[in-house]
């Protein structure tokens, strides 16, 4: 494939993994607004379903697309800095989403699932979200400033 059409694969797997990740954290904001705990459940079952399904295969398109095209352009990976603190903060992204934000979507669902409407497990229920709402903006945030990165391309150090 040639240089552009990697170059396609990667931004258009960018709009997917940022597109998903974003309408997720709009939904759940929607859901957590309605206090019904099973909207919420069924809310954060389709989050997840959603990141099977568009997140992780933009996670390989980016991957994929962004080494490739790299290579077919002759630009080096780990000298370029824009390149390299882009990786690294996609890197964030993926350890926060690994070990907070997709553990916590599954707490979330089956918590949701056994709460009563009591006001303890109202209580309960957003501290999870509100940590869920936390490393999720994180992991949305860090993908975000690698965008600007990639498309202002600073003169940063690279290794």
Known sequence: MSYLAWKLLHIASVILFLGNITTGLFWAAHAHRT???RLIASTFEGIIRSDRWFTLPGVVGILIGGV???????????S????????????????VFGIWVA????KIVRFARAADSSSQAWDSYRALYKRWE???????ITP?????LMVLKPSLPGL
């Open 35 to 37: 206090r019904d705990f």
């Open 68 to 78: 490739a095209a790299a290579l077919e352009g002759d630009v080096p990976l780990w």
């Open 80 to 95: 370029t800095g824009w390149i390299l603190w882009s990786i690294i903060l996609f890197s964030i992204s993926g350890i």
């Open 103 to 106: 553990p916590l979507q599954g």
């Open 134 to 140: 936390l490393w999720g903006l994180l992991a949305l």
């Open 144 to 148: 975000v400033i690698a965008v600007v």
